[in-house]
C-alpha cells in the first residue's frame, strides 16, 4: 500500500504583474518544447523495438513532466489575482521589496511574493512564509522579531520599495 499524505493546503493566490508574464512566457515556451519532444518521441518510436530504446522512454518522460507543467499552469493561471499598487503603500504589503538590517548589521533584501515566483536565491519569499509574515504591515523603522533556524532574530526595517504601474517604482525611506 502507498504512502497516504494529506492534501496540502493551497497557498495564496496572489502574483506580481511580472510574475504571471513570466509564468505566460513559461507556457508558450512548454508548448513549443512539447512539439518538438513529440517529432523525437515519433522519430524514437520509429526505430523498433520500444522496450530497450532508451531515446523513446527519455523522451516519454520528458514529455508526462511537460504536460504536468502545462496542466498546473492552466489550472492555476485563472485562479490567480495580480496585485498591483497605483500609490505605494507605506507599510509592507505583497509586492514589497524591503530592505532589512540585522542586529549583528548584517543587510538583506527580499521581495514579498506568491508560491509561484518565490525563489529564495533571488531574495523572492512567499507571501505565506514565517518571515514575510514578520514583516507584514511593517513601516520603516520598526523591528520585526524573526525566528531563523530555531534562533530568534531582530531586524529594523531599512525601506520599502514597490513597483508602481508598468515600469516606475517608488520608495519609502
Do not use: C
Amino acid at each position: 500500500m502507498g504512502r497516504w499524505k494529506p492534501p496540502s493546503k493551497a497557498g495564496s493566490p496572489y502574483i506580481t504583474a511580472a510574475g504571471y508574464a513570466a509564468l505566460q512566457e513559461e507556457q508558450k515556451a512548454l508548448w513549443i518544447r512539447r512539439r518538438e519532444v513529440v517529432a523525437a518521441l515519433a522519430a524514437a518510436a520509429a526505430e523498433g523495438d520500444r522496450s530497450e530504446n532508451a531515446e523513446y522512454i527519455y523522451r516519454k518522460k520528458e514529455l508526462g513532466g511537460i504536460d504536468r507543467r502545462i496542466r498546473y499552469l492552466q489550472k492555476r493561471m485563472p485562479v490567480l489575482k495580480i496585485v498591483r499598487h497605483e500609490v505605494p503603500p507605506e507599510r509592507v504589503f505583497f509586492g514589497a521589496r524591503v530592505e532589512l538590517k540585522f542586529s549583528n548589521k548584517d543587510r538583506a533584501r527580499y521581495q514579498l511574493v506568491g508560491e509561484d515566483e518565490a525563489d529564495v536565491s533571488k531574495g523572492k519569499i512567499n507571501i505565506d512564509s514565517p518571515l514575510a509574515q514578520a514583516l507584514l504591515k511593517k513601516r520603516v523603522g520598526d523591528r520585526a522579531s524573526i525566528t531563523i533556524e530555531g534562533q530568534e532574530k531582530s531586524a529594523s526595517i531599512e525601506s520599502i520599495h514597490y513597483d508602481v504601474g508598468d515600469d516606475t517604482s517608488h520608495r519609502a525611506s
